[in-house]
């Protein structure tokens, strides 16, 4: 039997973005969905998030480093991240906290690092970064191949699907096996030359029974000033970074940017989850 599985990576809350990839996903054919982690922060629609991945009965959810930190965060009252960041973590928690409802927010929180799923004989890790961590520069692009080798180290899957790096790739492990990137839907960057641009990235595996008959890594266009709208209709913190992202496929979320923002809006006087809940619900 045919299938092919859309894989969706780091859509990080834009919802305008994951519309576009599901749409161009059902025209292409998808029959399965698998998400990889980071489905929200950042962006100002998390719910409408989950939502569209619910409506096309998504296969795999793993947890991602920004759902870990709503995980952190109800255990310990700290995202575990330092300095500016951790400010940012806090608010934007707090944002989606307020935007999530209640029950989406602790299963967010607690999902898997790891999921393994079959189609046919054919077996698929799933993970954000690595198996037993979803955070972490291991798993970057030009990365040394022992990490990539950990993603299957102890699995009996055959290929490994993660994400986090937002950078779309395809490579082999030390034992041959696959392991596809298939960048991100929400918040594409790149510090090159040549793909400037803000076009929401995923990836297509297209299987006839156990068989890999192809990898295709596809860029979607999409409006995004329903996105901005929304940002600003919420007043989402950090939108500034947010929408410049959008607008020009560069990072803005630099350690430097950050602490430019906090201080902008005042925000280096909040340290404590439990206090900037409380405020917000
Ligand atoms: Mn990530």
Request: proline fraction near 4%; glycine fraction near 6%.
């Amino acid at each position: 039997m045919s299938r092919n599985l859309c894989l969706i990576a780091d859509v990080h809350g834009n919802a305008s973005a994951l519309k576009a990839v599901l749409n161009d996903a059902a025209k292409a054919g998808c029959t399965d969905y698998l998400s990889v982690g980071d489905i929200t922060k950042r962006g100002p629609q998390p719910q409408e998030c989950v939502n569209l991945l619910r409506q096309v009965k998504t296969k795999s959810w793993v947890m991602g480093n920004h759902e870990k930190t709503y995980h952190d965060m109800l255990v310990d009252h700290d995202p575990h991240t330092q300095g500016a960041k951790k400010i940012m973590e806090i608010i934007l928690n707090a944002y989606d906290y307020f935007y999530l409802n209640d029950l989406t927010y602790q299963w967010l929180a607690n999902l898997p690092y790891l999921q393994l799923c079959q189609f046919e004989g054919l077996k698929i890790a799933i993970m954000h970064s690595l198996p037993n961590k979803p955070w972490g520069n291991e798993t970057n692009p030009r990365s040394d191949q022992e990490n990539f080798d950990q993603m299957l180290k102890k699995s009996a899957a055959d290929l490994a699907v993660y994400g986090h790096t937002h950078k779309q790739l395809m490579r082999y492990s030390t034992q041959d096996r696959l392991v596809i990137n298939p960048g991100s839907v929400g918040m594409p960057t790149t510090s090159g030359t040549w793909q400037h641009n803000n076009l929401a990235q995923y990836a297509i595996l297209r299987l006839a029974g156990s068989d890999v008959l192809g990898v295709e890594f596809r860029r979607v266009t999409y409006d995004i000033q329903p996105e901005i709208m929304a940002a600003h209709e919420r007043n989402l913190p950090y939108g500034d970074l947010y929408c410049g992202l959008l607008r020009t496929g560069e990072y803005t979320y630099s350690v430097e940017q950050i602490e430019e923002y906090n201080q902008r809006h005042q925000y280096d006087s909040i340290t404590n989850f439990k206090e900037y809940f409380a405020w917000k619900k």
